[in-house]
């Protein structure tokens, strides 16, 4: 008898224990699924925020990539602009510098350490009124030359040739 009793408590206690086990992987699988269902919710969530984000980003990226070639299109046109200056500047400080020139004395400009020198091969070559050829000759040189200058400089075209 006891052991009809046991098989018969055996077997309540085991059907008992398997309807929890059965209950409990229920609750276990019935929260997963919930657990699962609020990450994949939270990861869309997310995954939306990121790619709003990233097209901020990508905006913004764009609004400084824009911003610096402007800068850098505005300190070159300056540069041009400042160049041409320095040329015509130069241009205008050679053309006085050739014009003083025209009225040089070498003998009395004794300032030169070589002013000496030259004074006497002037007074050589005075008689023979080199000087005047010489002069002319230096005019004739710089204005060619500042003619092939500006020649050059119009010549010149964005892109090449």
Request: aromatic share 14%; charged share 5%; net charge neutral.
């Amino acid at each position: 008898m006891s052991n009809i009793l046991t098989n018969s408590f055996s077997n309540l206690f085991g059907t008992i224990w398997d309807g929890i086990t059965w209950l409990g992987n229920l609750l276990n699988s019935m929260i997963q699924s919930v657990i699962n269902t609020i990450v994949n919710g939270f990861q869309s969530i997310i995954d939306l925020f990121v790619g709003f984000f990233k097209i901020i980003y990508a905006i913004i990226d764009g609004l400084f990539y824009f911003i610096e070639k402007l800068v850098t299109l505005v300190v070159l046109f300056f540069q041009i602009i400042f160049n041409v200056a320095k040329l015509i500047f130069s241009f205008m400080q050679g053309m006085a510098r050739t014009m003083q020139s025209l009225f040089f004395d070498p003998i009395n400009s004794s300032n030169l350490p070589i002013g000496t020198t030259i004074g006497r091969i002037f007074n050589i070559i005075e008689p023979m009124q080199l000087n005047v050829v010489a002069t002319i000759l230096l005019f004739s040189i710089w204005v060619v030359t500042a003619i092939g200058v500006m020649s050059l400089i119009s010549s010149v075209r964005v892109g090449g040739s």
